[in-house]
């Protein structure tokens, strides 16, 4: 796991990257598969994971976490509770009980579709995406898409980690992408 | 708008406390900041129980009602004649949120609980933060093959047919104390699920706890004697 190198290195960050386990060919051959349920196992660097983002996003008038199914569930709602906003679930299709909108988004062969209630969010208001990684960026652009679509201010997106080579951080509409960490 | 309150919620505030049917308050939102469309969130006809009904503590009524009066119904999701118990209403809410982890964690604190055990894909939004609270981990039990790694599993009947739900192996050492968390418990296929995978382990299941109890689906008695905690029974 590379850290990301610059200014911003905190020390947090190394014991953040040495908890996430790579496990190749999953979910097919010639993927290294970064595995953040080995970070869930360390207390100390889940909360610093928190933690980090909590730091940034705290005091910036962010009301909306919006979070990515599955593992955006995960890392979404401890930055919504500690930031004081709510925490709004982007799901798979039918999955979400009550009238929804919906965003169809390419995937490598294909196309899937996140959802998101009607009423969740109100226009205007300002918003975070959270996801544990972003790849080629299709879901965190489809997750953008149905925010903007219910009138909310994309503030910025945050995963914990980046897979640069996918340049999945062109793919976001012009939104800021914040994440702790590479891989290449 | 649409009406989707068919259901009445009741609070328990300890799992022996009975059902309680009583008509109940209407519940006094912060409707200023809600848009039309939202509020078929806040339903005016959703009912809460009389403070004098309950016997515990004034804070802890007033968390409880927060929490019940935020969870939607709706009706025949994801079939005719299911009334099912969103909680994504909950989440919009976040001083209900944060009353609702607060509430779990005051009795999980202290207790020796190293593991917190959350079931796909609820149990992930309410589980992580009472890990956190707690300095437990955080063990997420997952639909078939979105582990990466190696998994036991366990199989658990459905109404129609059966499913299965993993858990990563050396996620959790034998011994270490767990609490299984979800959204809900209805027929209690899953949790027993959740907790037969961690037994199979090792671990001991201090407790189960959820949001929301069924309490006509005796999902309780699935539990093989393991307690279960929850905050709020639907009727």
Do not use: W
Not at chain 1, 79 to 88: E, S, W
Not at chain 1, 139 to 156: D, K, P, Q, Y
Not at chain 2, 33 to 39: K, T
Not at chain 2, 69 to 83: A, E, H, Q, W, Y
């Amino acid at each position: 796991m590379a850290v990301r190198e610059g200014k911003e290195q905190d020390p947090r960050i190394p014991r953040i990257a040495s908890s996430i386990r790579v496990v190749p060919d999953f979910p097919k051959k010639g993927i290294m598969f970064q595995d953040i349920t080995t970070l869930l196992l360390d207390p100390k660097a889940f909360k610093d994971t928190v933690d980090l983002f909590v730091e940034r996003y705290t005091g910036r008038d962010i009301s909306v976490v919006a979070g990515v199914e599955a593992r955006g569930f995960i890392f979404g709602p401890p930055i919504a509770l500690a930031i004081g906003a709510k925490f709004v679930p982007l799901r798979k299709p039918k999955k979400l009980p009550g009238e929804v909108i919906s965003e169809n988004y390419v995937l490598e062969y294909g196309t899937d579709c996140l959802e998101m209630h009607v009423g969740a969010v109100q226009p205007g208001e300002r918003a975070l995406v959270v996801d544990d990684l972003v790849a080629t960026g299709g879901t965190l652009c489809a997750a953008i898409s149905l925010l903007e679509r219910a009138g909310a201010e994309v503030v910025e997106c945050a995963c914990v980690i980046e897979l640069p080579e996918l340049k999945g951080r062109e793919r976001l509409n012009g939104k800021n992408l914040y994440i702790l960490m590479e891989s290449h | 708008m649409h009406l989707y309150f068919f259901g009445m919620l009741s609070l328990s505030f300890l799992h022996k406390v009975p059902l309680i049917r009583s008509p109940l308050l209407p519940q006094p939102s912060s409707t200023s900041r809600l848009s039309p469309s939202l509020l078929c969130f806040h339903k005016p006809s959703f009912r809460l129980p009389s403070i004098r009904s309950m016997a515990s503590e004034g804070a802890e009524d007033h968390r409880l009602k927060r929490i019940a009066s935020t969870i939607r119904v709706i009706p025949d999701f994801p079939k005719p004649g299911i009334l099912f118990q969103d909680i994504t209403t909950l989440l919009l809410e976040p001083e209900a949120f944060r009353d609702t982890i607060d509430m779990l964690v005051e009795r999980y604190r202290d207790k020796g609980i190293s593991v917190v055990a959350g079931v796909e894909a609820r149990g992930f939004i309410f589980g992580p933060p009472i890990a956190l609270a707690i300095g437990a981990k955080f063990v997420p039990l997952r639909k078939p093959k979105k582990l990466p790694g190696e998994v036991i599993s366990e199989e658990y009947s459905l109404e129609y047919g059966t499913d299965k739900m993993e858990m990563h192996v050396g996620a959790v050492q034998a011994g270490e104390r767990a609490l299984v968390v979800d959204d809900l418990i209805a027929t209690g296929g899953t949790l027993a699920a959740a907790m037969r995978l961690l037994e199979r382990v090792g671990a001991e299941v201090v407790e189960c706890a959820c949001v929301i109890e069924l309490p006509e689906l005796k999902g309780r008695d699935k539990l093989d004697g393991r307690p279960l905690f929850v905050l709020v029974k639907a009727a």
